[in-house]
């Protein structure tokens, strides 16, 4: 029973690579050799926040890094954004439990990637500069269009925001042995520095930085894991069948996608709100062109996938090497720590004192690194959006616009730390599936059809995303995550828990409708402005940062 | 970009080609991408012995080696696109540029 109410709480959050640490945490003895690597992670990160604070001066400097990231760095960043700690130890914990089903949810994260390159990549380069905003407004009217596009920004970045903090604060108890408030504080000041100071540029080395160690670290304990088995995968995958209390139903698809909707609804969740995430569409604004953005997805594809490979070894190593040893479990034979120190122990058990440390510390950072990304896209669309474009309607100096995205960020940085000691002891399992379910309901089709259907309209966009966010929010609400999880009532009023099928098609046929019946000379001229936005989408020519190398 | 250049380039023959031929590709690309994820998520759904079928006499199923193959399709994938694009489309979108220099 307690493994299906876990898997329940698993499910919910970690369904979604960047997204929450769910699942019982009790605190653990101090790891001092996991808190001295961690400090020397945040001397190097900080030491980079002083040499990018030195070469950030101007808005393109703070908000794209000048646009002069490569494709195969901005690849290793994007990685670095999805290779959250709730991937790295949710996944692997989930292969632990229930084995190759952790491997369908992998891949369920993965597919969206090639979506986004063949279809929204280069556009969103050649049309972009600071925001997916500037996308979306692109020929549209600025002020509505950037409310609605800043709205589903700050509502996913803040939704993130207080899962990660509720994680990192799990994880702090769980790898440090320090108390929860320590971690938020701590992530919420060092975030405030990486992005005030160091603007992308350090926010996306710090990404690259951690992302390099994570994979390094994943990458031994995997290889150490097949070693002890000669490199046999039969041998390999035959002790694990054998201690595993599942036997071998590990080997084969569970009950964890049964019904088709879910299953559907999931991945449009996860491939759409993939590519409606501003943290995740501002990295393609860091580069110099459209050839860079495509290299960006390919080797973040990559590396991605790579690392769900490593992580179902590692959940089977966790399997073999972990299970079978009483160091790691307590007197009911679990996991010390819950399962979510699968991939902890099994550092352990590979690498020693010296490892385990090593692993915590990376793990830790991860979260750093992936709330540093969403406060600067955050803080991008409140100074940006907001106040630049809607607020002051375009005019506004460079200057000014910094000084609001960084007050911006401070902001958001102290609403963080606020709401992450507010929502400790809170069920939060919904809030990252309701932050990619926004993202995919409200910011994917204003931008996808802004790109692609010339008929859309003000209008249309408004309403249609709007409605696309309404349906979203009310169906997470009364869904199994909050209406029953959260609020207690005894069966949810809508039974699924992925709204993404409906609020998607809402959002859809929403925007088709309102612009279609849109007769007024405003719409008449925002679709004749399309052919001109289609041809700079397609060549570049014009296009933000071009002419910067 | 002014009025005539935008229909100076609607109207390049090598601007028609380019568009057709990524816009084929792109396509063509995802939705082979999908098949292949949603087929895999339907077999998961409405019959998942198929994949929990043994490969041989040992313990390792099909599923195993057709997840992973999902994984590497993926990146493959997005390799033809960059190979594609970075070479063919970009001499086309240069040529396009050239032209109204």
């Known amino acids: 029973m307690k493994r299906i109410v876990w898997l329940a709480l698993l499910l919910g ?30 001397a190097g990160t900080l030491g980079i926040t002083y040499w990018a604070a030195r070469r950030t001066k101007t808005a393109k400097d703070f908000y794209t890094a000048g646009g002069g990231i490569t494709g195969f760095q901005n690849g290793l960043a994007i990685a670095g954004d999805y290779m959250s700690a709730a991937s790295f130890l949710g996944i692997s914990a989930l292969v632990y439990a229930s084995g190759y089903d952790g491997l369908i949810y992998s891949i369920g994260f993965l597919v969206g990637w090639p979506i986004i390159l063949f279809l929204v990549s280069e556009r969103l380069r050649n049309l972009g500069k600071y925001t997916f905003a500037d996308v979306a407004a692109y020929r549209l009217k600025q002020t509505p269009i950037r409310s609605l596009a800043a709205t589903g920004s700050i509502a996913t970045v803040i939704l993130y925001l207080i899962a990660q903090m509720v994680g990192a604060g799990q994880l702090i108890q769980l790898l440090f042995g320090l108390p929860y408030s320590w971690a938020v504080v701590l992530v919420g000041i060092l975030m405030i520095l990486y992005v005030t100071f160091g603007g992308m540029l350090a926010t996306t080395w710090v990404q690259i930085v951690k992302a390099v160690l994570l994979l390094a670290g994943a990458t031994f304990m995997a290889l150490a894991v097949l070693a002890h088995f000669g490199f046999s995968l039969e041998a390999f995958f035959s002790k694990a069948v054998e201690v595993h209390a599942k036997g071998e139903a590990i080997m084969s698809p569970g009950a964890l996608v049964s019904d088709p909707i879910s299953a559907v609804s999931l991945g449009i969740a996860l491939m759409f709100g993939t590519a409606g995430l501003p943290h995740i569409l501002m990295r393609f604004f860091t580069v110099a062109d459209a050839k860079e953005a495509r290299k960006s997805v390919f080797y973040a594809t990559g590396f991605i996938g790579y690392f769900y490979i490593l992580t179902f070894v590692i959940g089977f190593g966790a399997i073999v090497l972990v299970s079978t040893n009483p160091t790691y479990l307590d007197a009911a034979k679990a996991l010390i720590g819950g399962n979510n120190m699968a991939a902890v122990h099994l550092s352990h058990a590979v690498g020693g004192n010296f490892f385990l440390g090593f692993i915590s510390a990376v793990a830790f950072a991860t979260i750093l690194a992936v709330v540093s990304g969403l406060t600067l896209a955050g803080a991008s669309a409140i100074s940006h959006d907001l106040y630049a474009n809607v607020f002051k309607r375009g005019k506004v100096d460079e200057n000014q616009e910094m000084k609001i995205s960084k007050m911006a960020t401070l902001a958001l940085g102290i609403v963080a730390i606020f709401l992450g000691i507010a929502f400790e002891k809170q069920n939060i399992a919904f809030m990252v599936g309701l932050a990619f379910a926004i993202a995919a309901s409200a910011n994917f089709p204003v931008l996808f059809l802004s790109m692609f259907w010339k008929k859309l309209t003000t209008r249309g966009a408004v309403i249609g995303g709007s409605l696309g966010l309404a349906t979203a929010i009310i169906l997470v609400i009364l869904g199994p995550t909050v209406w029953v999880d959260v609020l207690g009532n005894a069966a949810p009023i809508f039974p699924n828990k992925y709204p993404a099928l409906f609020s998607v098609t809402v959002a859809f046929i929403g925007i088709w409708f309102f612009s279609a019946t849109d007769k007024s000379a405003d719409a008449q001229a925002e679709i004749e402005a399309f052919e001109a936005q289609d041809v700079r989408s397609q060549t570049g020519i014009g296009a933000e940062g071009a002419s910067a190398h | 970009m002014t009025h005539e250049m935008v229909e100076q380039i609607k109207n390049n023959p090598k601007y028609q080609e380019l568009v057709s031929k990524r816009n084929s590709l792109a396509w063509t690309l995802s939705i082979i991408m999908l098949v292949v994820y949603y087929a895999f998520i339907l077999v998961i759904a409405f019959d998942p012995s198929l994949l929990g079928g043994k490969m041989g006499s040992g313990v390792i199923t099909v599923g195993i ?11 493959a994938l997005t390799g033809v696109y960059v190979k594609k694009a970075n070479s063919e489309f970009d001499d086309l979108t240069k040529q396009i540029k050239d032209e109204i220099k």
């Open chain 1, 13 to 42: 959050a970690n369904a979604f690579a960047a997204g929450a640490l769910e699942g019982d945490v009790q605190k653990q003895p101090l790891n001092i050799s996991a808190i001295i690597m961690f400090l020397v992670f945040v």
């Open chain 2, 65 to 75: 080696p057709v997840g992973i193959a999902i994984i590497f399709i993926a990146f």
